[in-house]
T-cell receptor
Framework: GAVVSQHPSRVICKSGTSVKIECRSL??????MFWYRQFPKQSLMLMAT?????????EQGVEKDKFLINHASLTLSTLTVTSAHPEDSSFYIC???????????FGDGTRLSIL | GQQLNQSPQSMFIQEGEDVSMNCTSS?????WLWYKQDPGEGPVLLIA?????ELTSNGRLTAQFGITRKDSFLNISASIPSDVGIYFC????????????FGKGITLSVRP
């Protein structure tokens, strides 16, 4: 149980393109989902907390207009990187938390490369 | 932001050896979690700890929630090549704001 699916696993696109990443909890309902960014050889950096049916809470320094988050159902959250530039290239990982229960379970990540 | 302290950054052991990893914090947590991450993949939950002093096992892995609530350790016994990876500790407070604070991770290498 506690399977989190993230899609796509890898994206390569041109600068200026907007990219959407999906995060799904396959076998449980997730009131809260989290979006992280990870640079090579570094730990996970929380970008935002996504709550079903409400606006996401962004961490300090993360541009909410750049990284649009939608959590329309208890099993799906999406992260859209708008007008992506090479500095947005990174490994993006989502996690989901069962309603009222820890721990977070992570997706397999999305490797985003902006040319 | 705040981070948990994990050191050393890398560990090298021989197959069959036991290894212990520690994680410390200046703040107390209500939950301690241990994750393993393989290259190009997301972290996989190994063990979750919810109570000070709790000792929990998962196969060859054993983890403990420190009595002060400011530390945790993970032991891996009889290591095998597939134990290679990055091990992260993470702490959180239960409740509405359940954000995780991560350690920097320890890269474990196992020599056959």
């Amino acid at each position: 149980g506690a399977v989190v699916s993230q899609h796509p696993s890898r994206v390569i696109c041109k600068s200026g393109t907007s990219v959407k990443i999906e995060c799904r909890s396959l076998d449980f309902q997730a009131t809260t989902m989290f979006w992280y960014r990870q640079f090579p050889k570094q730990s996970l950096m929380l970008m935002a907390t996504s709550n079903e049916g409400s606006k996401a809470t962004y961490e300090q320094g993360v541009e909410k207009d750049k990284f649009l988050i939608n959590h329309a159902s208890l099993t799906l959250s999406t992260l859209t990187v708008t007008s992506a530039h090479p500095e947005d290239s990174s490994f993006y990982i989502c996690s989901a938390e069962r309603t009222g229960f820890q721990p977070q379970h992570f997706g397999d990540g999305t490797r985003l490369s902006i040319l | 932001g705040q981070q948990l302290n994990q050191s050393p950054q890398s560990m090298f052991i021989q197959e069959g050896e036991d290894v212990s990893m520690n994680c410390t914090s200046s703040s107390i947590f209500n939950t301690w979690l241990w994750y393993k991450q393989d290259p190009g993949e997301g972290p996989v939950l190994l063990i979750a700890l919810y109570k000070a002093g709790e000792l929990t096992s998962n196969g060859r892995l054993t983890a403990q929630f420190g009595i002060t609530r400011k530390d945790s350790f993970l032991n891996i016994s009889a290591s095998i090549p597939s134990d290679v990876g990055i091990y992260f500790c993470a702490g959180s407070y239960t409740g509405a704001n359940s954000k995780l604070t991560f350690g920097k991770g320890i890269t474990l290498s196992v020599r056959p």
